[in-house]
């Protein structure tokens, strides 16, 4: 059990009687699951509404006894984040994955703000050259802030599984990121 | 964020970087959803236990959705959902007392019923029995009186039973209808398995005695049996700042009594903070087990427990106890949906840091008179505002619909007997706005205990051994009790030794285990619920009589 999983179940422990407890778990996880939820929704109104659902779920699986607490609770909560966006694309059925999503850079530099959105257009081109399954493992890692077994644990794989795709994504961005450059 | 070995490359974790941090929840959007959920815990957690049943969970939209939609398939969900509920009630029915996660039953094999009304009549009053049951865990009985003008409150009543052993009521309720038809309701002890016949004496009603012979008839295997009434006055504390205790529901067994005390408030919206327990003690001041064994989907107000068998001879004091201070319950007063608590503060157009600006603003919260007297500028998107208050009052949760709030904080008692709440905001309002009190956190003083004679373990069967306390039953022969726990084995052996000389029999060994947690000066110590006792059988040795031994 990593510290980050040990904090959570101690946080757990007291969540259930204590509101303050699980307003710390709020704090820890709530931009993780925001970020998750916007890459894969695209707009800050459905993202808000869905993060909502996402811990209101949680608190009421914490309170009811639906989370064990031998599990881990990141992968629980994004259980239910990637639950309640599904959700979302089955109720409103016309709405399309985002393909681009509204890049803002407050506060920086004109000239950096140039340069970065210029990476940031590669890095957009590359991620959606991955396919659905390896853009999700990216989400998790990178906007979920999720450990590798976490990840291991939400997508039913081993975490040597996880460690290897997730190797093989990056050696991938890295290759083709310089080949974009050169 | 990420290993060393899965590192990015620098551009593209700059890349990365910067668009996740574009990627931050609008503050007024988290601070919002903060209250939403501190509200919904505080609702959730006060939730009966019924209601968080998956079933339940059902949405009342979905059902009606349902019904308008898909009439048919509404109606057949029903009739199954009716079956089932049907047979599991009726199988439930043919269990014991109390059925964890269930509730307390009555074991239908058991019971016998009135066998034909009865009717007798004494000076202008004329008394009808019309229904007496027995089972397991009582006899009841309920008679209906025409003629009674006056309401009485000291008649007694007993059971008569053939052998000429006496039995008196344990609990006694009168009610008058519209019709002037007076109902009297008596609950007594479980009576000898298979009695068939009573009598039924009422003494001091109308300044009259009644004998009544009652005869009882097994119940048939599939006749549906008349409800027993709850207890009509419940056992309960007194109310001390709006919160009392009570004894809802009592099942006596051989194997231990369950009982479930429950948490009364005298207003919506009232919450406890933290754990509670009761403990039970005898009039010679003997203490008996509680054992918690509520069920994860009970509420935090209503707690299950199981204790020792009792002969019925036992007068308990049932104490509630609070984790640290017995006498202190902690108590949230919820007032988020009432938006009439509230005052206007205006920070003018350029507050400076450490500003003060001095109040007087008198509120009324739930009876709890409240007095802002000032207001300062601790940080520079932090306003704390500072409360005259009763001294029971431990704190408030301030909220505004501001839309640059951040987020609230209930405060701490102050020194000077004020209390302080803090308010964050993105930014401090340069306008008037409005401040609600949508909390009040208090202290509940009081001594919330209720006398109890609990009722005899039925008396049919030999009372099984049990680990657990005992602390009046004369020991049985039970077996030794097995354990590989190096203490315990090293106490039995410290208490072969000890007894050896004496011993004419087997020994017992009385352990009490003490645990504390987080003791705090000022708390009542122990605190019962954090006690166990158990008791040992030793092995009797060689002066033991071998006969016993098997």
Known sequence: MTDNERDDQELLEKARHDPDAFTALYHRYLTPVYRYVFIRIGNRHDAEDITSKVFVDALEGLLNRRYHEDGKFASWLFTIAKRRVIDHYRQHSSTKLPEEIEWAFPGQDPFDQVLLSENKTRLSELLKQLDEEKQELVRLRFAGELSFGEIATLEGKSEAAIKMAIRRIIQWLRENWEVNNG | ?550
């Open chain 2, 1 to 550: 964020m990420v290993d060393l070995d899965y590192s990015l490359p620098p551009d593209i974790e700059a890349a990365f970087n910067d668009y996740l941090s574009s990627l931050e929840p609008a503050p007024g959007f988290a601070a919002l959803l903060e209250q939403e959920l501190r509200h919904r815990h505080t609702e959730l957690s006060a939730k009966k236990h019924f209601f968080s049943s998956p079933f339940l969970q059902w949405r009342r939209g979905k059902i009606v959705e349902l019904v308008r939609t898909q009439p048919l398939l509404a109606l057949i969900i029903t009739l199954i959902i009716l079956a089932l509920l049907t047979g599991a009630a009726y199988a439930f029915g043919k269990l014991a007392g109390y059925i964890p996660g269930f509730g307390f039953t009555s074991d239908a094999q058991s019971v016998y019923l009135l066998s034909e009304p009865v009717e007798t009549s004494g000076e202008d009053l004329i008394l009808s029995v019309e229904q007496a049951v027995s089972d397991k865990a009582r006899f009841w009985v309920k008679i209906s009186i025409k003629g009674m003008i006056n309401q009485e409150d000291f008649f007694q009543a007993f059971v008569s039973l053939p052998d000429g052993e006496k039995l008196p009521f344990q609990v006694g309720d009168t009610e008058t209808n519209e019709t002037e038809n007076t109902t009297l309701i008596y609950l007594f002890p479980p009576l000898p398995d298979a009695t068939d016949q009573l009598d039924l004496l009422i003494e001091g009603l109308g300044g009259q005695n009644f004998l009544i012979p009652l005869k009882l008839r097994p119940a048939k295997p599939d006749e549906i049996l008349p409800s027993a009434p709850e207890p009509p006055t419940p056992l309960r504390s007194e109310t001390h700042n709006g919160i009392s205790m009570v004894l809802d529901h009592i099942a006596p067994s051989n194997e231990g009594t369950i009982f479930q005390a429950s948490l009364q408030f005298d207003q919506p919206g009232m919450f406890i903070l933290g754990d509670w327990n009761v403990s039970l003690m005898d009039q010679h001041g003997l203490i008996y087990p509680a054992i918690d064994i509520s069920s994860n989907t009970e509420n935090g107000n209503t707690k299950i427990f199981r204790t020792a068998p009792f002969t019925g001879n036992e007068q308990l004091t049932v104490s509630l106890n609070v984790f640290p201070y017995s006498d202190e319950l902690p108590v949230y007063l919820d007032f988020s949906t009432d938006d009439a608590n509230r005052f206007v503060f205006d920070p003018g157009p350029e507050p400076v840091l450490g500003q003060v600006w001095p109040l007087d603003n008198s509120i009324d919260v739930g009876g709890y008179m409240l007095r802002a007297v000032s207001a300062r500028l601790a940080s520079p998107d932090q306003l704390l505002f500072e409360f005259e208050s009763p001294s029971n009052v431990t704190g408030v949760m301030l909220y505004t619909p501001d839309p640059l709030l951040l987020g609230g904080s209930g405060g701490v008692p102050q020194a000077d007997g004020k209390i302080s709440a803090g308010m964050t905001f993105k930014s401090i309002p340069s306008q008037a706005f409005e401040v609600r009190i949508t909390g009040v956190y208090y202290t509940a003083h009081g001594d919330w205990v209720i006398q109890w004679r609990p009722p005899a373990a039925p008396q049919t069967s030999e009372i099984p051994a049990t680990a657990t306390a005992f602390p009046i039953q004369a020991p049985g022969a039970t077996p030794t009790l097995s354990s590989s726990d190096p203490i315990l084995l090293e106490v039995q052996n410290l208490a072969q030794k000890f007894d050896e000389p004496f011993q004419t029999g087997p020994a017992w060994i009385y352990i009490k285990i003490e645990r504390e947690i987080n003791p705090r000066p000022g708390q009542d110590f122990p605190p019962p619920y954090i006690l166990s006792e158990e008791w040992i059988e030793t092995g009797c040795g060689r002066l033991c009589d071998p006969q016993r031994a098997h």
